[in-house]
Every structure is written in structure tokens, then in C-alpha cells.
């Protein structure tokens, strides 16, 4: 049995849900040890380890003695195939080794919902093939695939609350989504660590609104997150690829809307299996996202984003 004051190692605790997973962890009294590139101010019951998920002695440090991994570092928006895969599947593989030869009890992998659709996107090709190494591990290991999460800090849902706030929504295709609030996410990653009989399972944790949301219906809730009401228009793919191609020649790499999301955004299908949500034994979702989302709009509006 793990010592359960060891510390958990975390990936991406410089990240937008890896701050999440932080705060909880404060809140929990949870010590972690977290990876980090660039050196980062004192946080209460965090010991900073400087290095990347190319640094082997690095991520033996970040491992050493821990009782758990929470695999949150990831790619979501790459240039090309091959950056993907270095990201997300040699990022995985280099945690995993490091895990193991540290003998930490729990691996939890966060993966990613669009993992379901392999063929649809290098993106989710990429979460696919991150999942193969972990699921063939010996690691007592679970996998998580999150639909869309949203929260403070996030930046990549940040434009559609702007464009609410503007009173008009651009939506993809008709379609159906899932989303989760950051803070429920970091919860689960948190009470999977202590579900010994969560391990060899996939989830796919979501807000528990049954069927998902529409994309209007999101839309709207937009709307009413940040105080007005909003119309909204479904752009045809084709519009949306000429958007990419666009985005692609002014900002180059640093395009946001590139044509693998256009293939993601397109799919009418995003909406989390009610089979495959974490047991209510385990974890159960507190952020209703009528509030979630009024939450998120307000402290975008204190952080000046909005």
C-alpha cells in the first residue's frame, strides 16, 4: 500500500487545467510535485521539478518517490502530424517509463475525448495512439478522456464568450457537445488516485447534463453567462476550412483555427457516453454550467480577457 503522504507527480501544472489540479490539490492538503519549464513562483505543497517530458533525469526526479502520476501535459493545437505524436505519444511513453521505474502505484492518464475518432484528426490520432502505451503498461492505470473544459484561466474557449458578448455566436455544423468545468476535472484526477477500482478503466466525465448540450443550446447559455442575448449562425464546413486557410496565411503556426480542428469542430458528435462516466462511488460532478459558465465570464471580465 502507497504512502499516502508521498507526494503525487503532476505534468502540466503550468497549464490551464494543470492550475486547477493545483488549487485543488492546495485545498486537499495534497503534496504534489510538479514539471515545469520555466521557473515558477512558491506554492503551498508544490515542489517545483525544472525539466521537460524530454528530460529523463528530470522526470525521474519529478517520479522519485511519488505514489501516483497524473499525466495532464499534452499538445492540443500543433502545425503538423509529427508534433503532435512528440507531444502526446513520446510525451506519454517518457512518462510512463519514468513512472515505472520509480514504481509509483497509480498512473492517470488524461487523454481526451476526440481519442474516440482517431481517423478524424492528427489531434485525436494522437490522444489514440498516447493511449495504447498506457493501457499496455503494468501501472495500475486509468484513462481519462474529458469532453470540452472550461473554467478561469481558460484561453481556448475565450472567444466564443467574446463573441457572446458581442451578441452573435458562430457555430459549427448541427451538432451535440459535452463539457465539464476545470475544477470538477481536477476533482476526478484527484479521487481516481485513491479508487484502486477505478484502475484498467476509461472515462469520459462530463457535467451529467444527459445527452449533452446543442451547439445553440451552449450557445445560448453563453449568452446568458455574459448578459445578453446572442444570435446564432451554423457556418457550413466549407466556410470553415476557408477560415483555416485563412488563419493559416496571416498567423502561420500560431493559427488557432487550423484545418485538423475544422475536421474536429465538424464532427456532430461530442457528446460523452453515459456508460463510460466515473462511477458516482468515486465522482460525481458539483458545477452545474449555467453557473460554471457565469463563473468563468465573470473572472475573464477581472482578468480584463473580456
Avoid at 503550468?14 to 489540479?21: A, E, N, Q
Wanted: proline fraction near 8%; include cysteine.
Amino acid at each position: 500500500m502507497s504512502d499516502a503522504r508521498a507526494p503525487i507527480a503532476i505534468t502540466g501544472g503550468t497549464g490551464f487545467v494543470g492550475g486547477h489540479v493545483l488549487r485543488i490539490a492546495a485545498e486537499r492538503s495534497v503534496a504534489v510535485r510538479a514539471l515545469t519549464r520555466r521557473a515558477q513562483p512558491p506554492a503551498p505543497g508544490v515542489e517545483w521539478v525544472a525539466g521537460t517530458l524530454g528530460d529523463r533525469d528530470a522526470l525521474a526526479r519529478l517520479c522519485d518517490g511519488a505514489r501516483a502520476v497524473i499525466h495532464i501535459a499534452g499538445v492540443i493545437n500543433a502545425p503538423d502530424r509529427a508534433a503532435f505524436a512528440a507531444g502526446n505519444i513520446a510525451g506519454t511513453e517518457a512518462m510512463l517509463a519514468a513512472a515505472q521505474a520509480a514504481g509509483a502505484a497509480r498512473f492517470i492518464h488524461v487523454s481526451s475525448l476526440a481519442a474516440r475518432e482517431p481517423d478524424l484528426s492528427d489531434y485525436g490520432w494522437s490522444k489514440a495512439e498516447s493511449e495504447k502505451p498506457v493501457a499496455a503498461s503494468a501501472l495500475a492505470w486509468t484513462i481519462v478522456r474529458p469532453p470540452a473544459v472550461y473554467g478561469p484561466g481558460d484561453r481556448e474557449m475565450l472567444e466564443m464568450f467574446r463573441m457572446a458578448a458581442r451578441g452573435f455566436v458562430a457555430l459549427p455544423p448541427a451538432g451535440c457537445l459535452s463539457v465539464i468545468e476545470a475544477s470538477d476535472l481536477a476533482r476526478l484526477l484527484f479521487d481516481l488516485v485513491d479508487a484502486p477500482e477505478a484502475a484498467g478503466h476509461i472515462y469520459e466525465p462530463d457535467d451529467g447534463v444527459a445527452g449533452g448540450w446543442s451547439h445553440r443550446d451552449f450557445a445560448l447559455a453563453l449568452g446568458n453567462a455574459v448578459g445578453r442575448p446572442v444570435r446564432t449562425i451554423a457556418l457550413p464546413a466549407s466556410l470553415l476550412r476557408l477560415g483555416a486557410l485563412a488563419d493559416g496565411l496571416v498567423r502561420g503556426k500560431a493559427a488557432k483555427l487550423t484545418p485538423d480542428r475544422v475536421r474536429y469542430f465538424c464532427h456532430p458528435d461530442w457528446v460523452c457516453g453515459p456508460h463510460a462516466r466515473p462511477p458516482a462511488t468515486i465522482w460525481r460532478p458539483l458545477v452545474e454550467t449555467p453557473a460554471g459558465l457565469k463563473a468563468t465570464a465573470q473572472s475573464y471580465r477581472a482578468a480584463g480577457w473580456l
